[in-house]
């Protein structure tokens, strides 16, 4: 009888303790480095919406909050990956309009749902872009350009099925011209070739190119938005020039979708505290993006919507 009252006392002694340390450890999150997974190289916009929110979110943690490049499959690579990462809080996605192209592109099994959307922070229009020595000085003239020499005219992109291929691809079909499209692994490198004069344009991202733009490198024929790029009000949109074709990169950050909620509001608080620091504000500013704060709920459908679009849209432009 003793034996069993001891029995009893020690099997409750065990639950209480384990209950304890189970509600200690999650009170005690974030106890260690935090990463945020970059789907693209060093250099483009992805890589620095990354770095620039990473910095306050540690400082509201307490705990290193790092950037990890994982580039390659238009994105494939570091989505997969995060989408099988333990939800624990400890890997943060960034979740560009990628996650809603990359497995209709058949670069990846990750999709919108296989996340918790954090926030959208920011999203910011394509552009068509080329050498600033080049004699090609309006979109007028590339289209020309490019019915003189179909299919062979070379335009970078930051891989195939990602979003400035599928933009490339968009303003393409409605221009009537037939273009080589050259996959790069993310913006920066296909950036890089045509600085170098490997290929004859890049579609990418108008604040990408800001830097080159200003050091007079290279020149923006026209974004494909509906209205006009702040930060260089001069450049025509392509509606403006006859040519009926808008695409938008946005960029949010998420978690792998069983995170339990007390640690996804962690998360959340310190993204949005970051988000509205003034060095996350400045880099928007000075890099033309659009500061576009979208909370949790709204984003998952939104991401899921866009998922539904290029579901139908991807396999119609790359022909399978």
Known sequence: MIMK???????????????????????????????????????????????????????????????????????????SYCASAPADGYTIAHLPVDI???????????????????????????????????????LDDFIEYAKSKPGQVTVGNSGTGAIWHLAAVQFEKAAGITLNHIPFEGAAPSITALMGGHIDAICASAAEVRSQVQSGDLKILAVLSDERFELFPEVPTAKECGIDVSVLCWLSFGVPKDTPDDVFNVLYEALKKSYESDTYQSMLASNGYTPGWMEPEEMQAYAEEEYEIYSKLIPEILGY
């Not at 209480?16 to 106890?31: H, R």
């Open 5 to 79: 009252k001891v029995f009893v006392v020690l099997s409750v002694f065990l639950l209480v303790s384990v209950s304890i340390f189970a509600n200690g450890a999650n009170e005690t999150f974030p106890s260690k480095q935090i990463t945020i997974v970059c789907q693209a190289n060093p250099g483009g916009s992805s890589d620095l919406n990354c770095r620039t929110i990473a910095p306050g979110m540690e400082q509201e943690l307490g705990v290193p909050v790092v950037v990890e490049n994982r580039p390659g499959a238009g994105g494939g690579i570091a989505l």
């Open 100 to 138: 809603a192209q990359v497995k209709p592109a058949g670069n990846s099994d990750a999709e919108p749902s296989d996340f918790r959307f954090l926030a959208r922070v920011s999203y910011h229009p394509a552009a068509i872009i080329v050498k600033s020595d080049s004699e090609l000085e309006t």
